[in-house]
């Protein structure tokens, strides 16, 4: 069955360094999005990406994030000064129409230092 | 504004009983509704969705059931097993093209 893949699995940084978390979207999707879960917390939308650009973005998802589709496969999120706040699970998801069944991978747990 | 909730953070079943768990929305607008599975340590897993013209939808030992009138979501696993144990959350979409809004979840521990 295909399967949306992150990786890392766990990445730890230190405040104010820059992360790139990687996805691999299940092939046939057009739609990606990316979440984050803070521990105990409810999944929440940071943005949507479509046709190679930012469809819909949250209050989350200020200037220090930033998305990317660097090749026909990878679709990444970049967190260029972290900080303390930052340290959250944060799951990709792909679908195949938009705003519907979203399927997500496992998720990559931050940890900021 | 939006917001999705559960009436029960933590269920607890016996094997082979059917579960229920329960989430409000406050959106009459909201047009599609989604739940979803977490087991510790993975990303939330799909179970099945209803959009607002139905009232209820079947899958494989899960049904949901949805009330618009009093705007409330239902999920109901029968004969629930162990590996059901997991937190289960619902997520909404108000009508139209926007992002899902998601609630905090319930926690069902099945016991054996």
């Known amino acids: 069955e295909p399967e949306v893949t992150q990786t890392p699995s766990h990445q730890v940084t230190q405040m104010g360094q820059e992360v790139i978390l990687r996805c691999v979207p299940i092939s046939n999707h057009l739609y990606f999005y990316w979440y984050r879960q803070i521990l105990g917390q409810k999944v929440e939308f940071l943005v949507s990406f479509y046709n190679n650009e930012i469809s819909e973005k949250s209050e989350i998802f200020d200037d220090q994030f930033s998305v990317e589709r660097p090749d026909g496969s990878n679709f990444t999120l970049k967190i260029r000064s972290t900080k303390l706040e930052d340290s959250a699970m944060y799951f990709c998801a792909s679908s195949d129409v938009r705003w519907v069944i979203q399927y997500f991978g496992a998720g990559t747990r931050l940890s900021v230092l | 504004g939006e917001s999705v909730g559960l009436h029960l953070p933590t269920l607890s079943v016996q094997e082979g009983d059917n579960s229920i768990i329960n989430c409000a929305y406050s959106n009459s607008a909201s047009d599609y509704f989604i739940w979803y599975k977490q087991e510790s340590g993975k990303g939330p897993q799909f179970i099945i969705d209803i959009r607002s013209n139905m009232d209820k939808r079947q899958g494989q030992r899960v049904t949901v059931l949805l009330n618009k009138t009093v705007k409330h979501l239902s999920l109901q696993i029968a004969a629930t097993q162990p590996g059901d144990s997991a937190v289960y959350f619902c997520?909404?979409?108000?009508?139209?093209?926007?992002?899902?809004?998601f609630g905090k979840g319930t926690r069902l521990s099945v016991i054996a």
């Open positions: 997520a909404e979409r108000n009508m139209g093209n926007t992002p899902l809004v």
